[in-house]
């Protein structure tokens, strides 16, 4: 059964900063792994979706890798902005199966 | 097209009350999925569509859940005698077919609160 872990669970940085996100998950037969960003009280926003042949994924200040053999995906936010709090999900799809199964996400904070 | 559509946004209920809930997707996508999620959890697959088959349901899916998708366009979600513990966000997402090539693309939500 997959499962997928985010670590932290939670993350305060000042302004500017750059982070990294990490991912893991348990089976590394998968499509594919998709990061979301997630608002308060909203639904989820694509940021960048990675195939499994694909080492990584960018999207203006943010790129994400993958490393399938070890079943690991980390985010890099470079010059962290208040507007970037939020909880950064990550997500696979893999297996037999048609369904993303989901991490518990990290909530970010950035201070200004 | 202006991406997956659902409403209500919010739903406040009381226990035992019926719900149902609306999730449009995008139009060209034949996939549509059910997601649950609780506060400070990840999402939780519910059920999938493709076109109006549904195709698979998780266990999470209790007698007291149906989802239809009639026409392979829209799809309701009914929640039958309402408990606390059903208060969640119910989240809808869409994906074309050919998994491994496209993303999926999630709805705003419906907030379900049971009181």
């Known amino acids: 059964k997959q499962e997928v872990t985010q670590i932290p669970a939670a993350l305060s940085v000042p302004e500017g900063e750059n982070l990294v996100l990490n991912c893991s998950f348990t089976d590394s037969a998968i499509y594919n792994l998709q990061w979301f960003r997630q608002d308060p009280g909203k639904g989820l926003t694509s940021l960048l979706l990675?195939?499994?042949?694909?080492r990584e994924q960018t999207s203006g200040r943010l790129n994400a890798s993958l490393d399938k053999s070890s079943g690991r995906s980390t985010l890099y936010i470079a010059a962290s902005q208040p507007g970037d709090s939020a909880t950064y999900l990550c997500a696979v799809l893999g297996g037999a199966t048609n369904k993303l199964i989901f991490g518990t996400g990290t909530l970010l904070a950035v201070q200004p | 097209d202006t991406g997956v559509s659902q409403d209500p946004r919010h739903k406040i209920t009381k226990r035992g009350q019926n719900v149902t809930f609306r999730c449009d997707p995008i139009?060209?996508?034949?996939?549509l999925y059910w997601y649950r999620q609780t506060l400070g959890q990840g999402p939780e697959f519910l059920t999938y569509?493709?076109?109006?088959?549904?195709?698979?349901k998780s266990r999470l899916l209790s007698d007291r859940f149906s989802a239809e998708r009639p026409k392979g366009s829209f799809s309701t979600l009914e929640i039958q005698r309402t408990e606390q513990g059903d208060s969640a966000m119910y989240l809808c997402?869409?994906?074309?077919?050919?998994?491994?090539?496209?993303?999926?693309?999630f709805g705003s939500g419906t907030r379900l609160t049971v009181v």
């Open positions: 569509f493709q076109n109006e088959a549904q195709l698979e």
């Open positions: 997402a869409s994906s074309p077919q050919g998994r491994d090539s496209y993303g999926y693309t």
């Open positions: 990675i195939q499994s042949s694909q």
């Open positions: 139009s060209e996508h034949n996939r």
